[in-house]
């Protein structure tokens, strides 16, 4: 299957739209064989510079929504453990440690019967 057709097929529209169309300048590059000509070469280096900047912007976009996706799911794991290790603090004994959990065999942040409780089966 042509290049094209499985990013049409396969890709989502808002990736498609940022896709090098590379049928057309490997038909501007197939004009350069032969007689030297430097305005089709010019032409050509220009559309080729356009095309890798619009996907290298695309690209550069989607880098920066994925490192503020990332840091927002390391903000939320870091709040979520420093919530565990209050309940962890309060639950146990000052002078037993964090290493009496081990010992229980469960522990308010470990255990997940909360979790099977809200779940309902049908």
Known sequence: MPLTRRFATELSYEWQTHCICYKDLQREAENLVGDYDEELEMVFKFH???????????????????????????????????????????????AMGRGYTKMLGKSPTTSTDHLWAAIHFE
């Not at 996907?55 to 990332?70: D, Q």
């Not at 453990?81 to 962890?88: D, N, Q, S, T």
């Open 48 to 94: 080729l510079t356009v095309a890798i900047e619009q996907a290298n912007n695309f690209y550069l976009t989607k880098e920066t929504h994925v490192k503020e996706c990332l840091e927002d799911v390391s903000k939320a794991v870091d709040a979520v453990a420093e919530v565990h290790l209050e309940r962890e603090a309060k639950h146990l004994p000052p």
